[in-house]
């Protein structure tokens, strides 16, 4: 697990200028990584892989292949266009789809 591993590379190293300085660094650590180990499924960092909350052994990413993806939302007779990011796990294949930023920018609630 990405935050485990983070935490440990910074307590076991063979240098000492590369652990932490204080017990405070390391509270700090372990409770910023405490969410993201009690709902793994969930991205909470972009930098960490994104388990799957499916299968919970692969990881999502991007697909480019779908990076044109539109949700055409009709409210009070309007039309609204939704850009979409998919997301696919690299095992199962499950997907996700979120509304990408482009489509946030366009109004607080599209629906």
Request: charged share 20%; net charge negative; hydrophobic share 40%.
């Amino acid at each position: 697990m990405p935050a485990v591993n983070k935490i440990l590379s910074k307590c076991i190293v063979e240098e000492e200028e590369d652990c932490l300085k204080s017990a405070d660094e390391l509270l700090t650590m372990v409770d910023q990584a405490i969410p993201g180990l009690r709902s793994p499924g969930q991205r909470l960092d972009a930098s960490l892989p994104w388990l799957c909350h499916v299968c919970g052994k692969g990881h999502y990413s991007a697909n480019p292949i779908y990076s044109d993806l539109t949700l055409d939302v009709h409210v009070a007779g309007r039309l609204n266009k939704w850009g979409l990011d998919l997301y696919v796990c690299d095992v199962c294949r499950h997907a996700e789809l979120f509304l990408n930023n482009m489509s946030a920018n366009r109004a607080s609630n599209p629906f």
